[in-house]
């Protein structure tokens, strides 16, 4: 009942392109293994959902906060943070990696520029 | 569908970071006490700290004191607090702080092991995993958790909060949680009012937009008396990513410049103050700014050199990362545009504002057996994240002590029934009213005649009668709700808790006839801030049997 998606009256699939944060199916595993994807797991607003396919969706685009929590926990990388006036942005996107320590972030910019930040994130004993 | 029971001794309904920080102190203090966690999502990434967080804005430096701080917020506040709980905060503030680091959270220091000074009352965090953090600790106590269950309402025999119902997102399951004590901490409310961005991003705003106001809704809803809602919040922001101004403004000292590239905070509002204005008079002026045709207005970020170009991407990527985003966006270089600002919409919080539960010294609400902490608990502006955790502490440590000799009780089955088929009912239903068309209604009626956006936040008399008598409407037809899954559930709930939030909001707001705090509270039909009348907290308490809001003054 909860992987219903009622938005999905039609075949919208093309919006994914466009939207707040772009899940690539090709690079999704589902998290297979786990009870529910990470990203299905973790996200504020109960957006994200695993398909039949085992790939993850998430329901609603125009509910997202942008907050990037699935960006963040996705292992594979597989979530990318887009803005929601992509119209403007031009393919600008941004992804993380997460390690013990420090998150890595990569940010392309409407150019195909890149810029990698590597911040702390959480002091280890004797820090 | 199954019934579920648990019992506890204390019941928190809501892991954020007043709830977390409540669980980790009861289990120092007692590490036997049976704590339950009731969160609506997952404890490790939500509420407001889901997207991380790059300060802490209530910090005591060296030389200053919690007299000196209550000082701060008594003059931002236009001499309307409750000082004994700003007072109480302020001591706890350094304590806490240390406490999270010791958890995990990296804070930025000076060589000699003190936090460097970000502003007067601030320090620089790297809070990207906050949220993590806490929920790591508290995983390190003997908590019970339970992940995407929303509270419905309070268990309340009439004599002392019992505990509360929730309801299983995922399993479909209604939870009965029985307590010796609740502590509250939901957070406050969002979603109440038009939102500046619409449509398909009409989430990307500013507070988190699943905090509904639940928390204070089930208070309204037992009779609990509730604080000064008329002291909304609108923050000024990014334009369209809502990120704070103040890590651009405190972070890399950019200036606010208008539409001519004037310091206009200086040139036309210097009997505000100017550049030391309050926090409400730099919304105030780009709101006049925007009505005088010299807006939009602007943080100057033009004069930025790399190094700071770079610590404020990364501060921001700490608590927002979409403003990264807009800025890899084509002409939107910070170093060769400006970056407009803007007010948000109006939100009821207690944490920047002072909007909640009216609690005593000790964090007890007006119903036995409830507490109160962080943006729920109100009188106390200006708390921020480590506000929320002093009462947090100060909550569980009352709880503790005031649940010795009290026994669990069993709960009625009418109660359970009555609440379960009230939560459960929206499923039932095959047509109705969606619960998003509730939301746009909702959202217009206070946007129009309860000083939204559209109306620079203005208000007078006759608007808010109409916007009372609106939503009494709107409440009315809220059983003809339809859910067609769980998911659609939660936000029929939410729009049941938002309306009972507006309502009371609109009250408060009908209630203090003057002029407090600028474009918070700004009322057209009294224009002036009347300190011989109005020195006084305007509180209110619903009475279901009636369904009346009944207005009560309390003296400072």
């Known amino acids: 009942m909860g992987n219903q998606n009622p938005m999905r009256v039609c075949n919208l699939d093309l919006r994914v392109y466009v939207m707040s944060i772009f899940i690539d199916e090709n690079i999704c595993n589902g998290c297979r293994g786990l009870p529910e994807a990470r990203c299905e797991r973790i996200c504020p607003g109960d957006l994200c959902y695993r398909k039949e396919n085992m790939k993850a969706a998430i329901r609603d685009q125009s509910a997202c906060w942008t907050c990037a929590c699935c960006v963040k926990e996705c292992p594979v990388q597989a979530i990318e943070l887009r803005l929601p006036f992509q119209a403007y942005s031009n393919g600008a996107s941004l992804k993380a990696r997460l390690k013990r320590d420090r998150t890595i972030w990569t940010v392309w910019d409407a150019g195909g520029h890149q810029e990698e930040f590597i911040i702390q994130a959480r002091r280890l004993k004797g820090d | ?556």
């Open chain 2, 1 to 556: 569908m199954g019934t579920m029971h648990i019992d506890a001794d204390i019941l928190i309904i809501g892991g954020g970071a007043a709830g977390c920080f409540a669980a980790v102190e009861i289990y120092k203090k007692s590490p036997n006490c049976r704590v339950v966690i009731m969160e609506k999502a997952h404890i490790e990434r939500s509420g407001c700290l889901a997207m991380g967080l790059n300060a802490i804005n209530a910090y005591l430096h060296s030389g200053q004191t919690p007299e000196s701080y209550v000082s701060y917020v008594e003059r931002e506040f236009e001499g309307v607090i409750r000082k004994d709980l700003v007072y109480t905060i302020a001591q706890g503030l350094n304590e806490v702080v240390k406490d999270v680091e010791e958890m995990g959270l990296p804070i930025e220091k000076t060589e000699d092991g003190t936090y460097k000074k970000r502003g007067k009352r601030s320090i620089r965090i790297f809070g990207e995993r906050l949220k993590p953090i806490l929920a790591e600790a508290v995983a390190k106590t003997g908590t019970q958790v339970l992940n995407r269950i929303v509270a419905t309402n309070f268990i309340y025999d009439g004599d002392r909060i019992c505990g509360a119902f929730g309801y299983g997102i995922r399993d479909g399951k209604f939870y009965v949680v029985s307590a010796k004590a609740v502590i509250v901490a939901t957070g406050g409310a969002s979603g109440i009012y038009i939102p500046n961005n619409p449509g398909e991003a009409r989430h990307l705003m500013w507070y988190c937009p699943w905090n509904a106001g639940t928390g204070y809704a089930m208070g309204i809803r037992a009779g609990a008396e509730m604080t000064s809602f008329e002291n909304r919040f609108i923050a000024l922001r990014v334009k369209d990513v809502h990120a704070p101004t103040g890590t651009i403004a405190v972070g890399v000292h950019a200036k606010q410049i208008n539409a001519r590239g004037e310091d206009y905070l200086e040139l036309y509002y210097k009997h505000l103050g100017g550049n030391k204005c309050l926090t409400q008079h730099r919304l105030l002026a780009t709101v006049e700014e925007a009505k005088a045709g010299r807006g939009p207005c602007y943080l100057d970020t033009t004069t930025l050199n790399d190094a700071d170009e770079r610590r404020l991407k990364e501060d921001f990527l700490n608590m927002n990362p979409q403003i990264i985003l807009l800025w890899a966006s084509e002409g939107m270089d910070p170093r060769k545009k400006p970056v407009e600002i803007q007010g948000t919409e109006p939100f009821v919080v207690g944490g920047h504002c002072q909007a909640g539960y009216w609690i005593d010294k000790e964090r007890r609400t007006t119903l036995k057996g409830l507490y109160a902490a962080g943006e729920v608990a109100g009188g106390a502006p200006k708390k921020y994240v480590s506000g929320t955790w002093v009462e947090a502490r100060i909550a569980a440590t009352t709880a503790l002590e005031d649940i010795k000799g009290v026994s669990l009780e069993d709960v009625d089955g009418e109660l359970i029934h009555t609440e379960k088929s009230r939560v459960l009912t929206p499923l039932t239903k095959k047509s109705g009213i969606f619960p998003s068309e509730v939301r746009e209604r909702l959202q217009k009626i206070m946007d129009e005649y309860a000083g939204g956006i559209s109306v620079n936040y203005a208000l007078h008399e006759e608007r808010l009668l109409e916007a009372r008598r609106l939503l009494k409407c709107l409440k009315g037809r809220l059983k003809d709700m339809t859910a067609v899954n769980n998911y659609n559930l939660v936000e029929a709930l939410e729009c049941i808790d938002r309306v009972d939030v507006a309502r009371v909001l609109v009250e408060h707001l009908i209630c203090r006839k003057e002029t407090r705090w600028a474009c918070y509270q700004t009322r057209l039909d009294y224009p002036e801030k009347d300190d011989s009348r109005w020195l006084t907290f305007v509180n209110s308490i619903y009475h279901a049997e009636t369904d009346e809001i009944k207005m009560v003054e309390r003296p400072l």
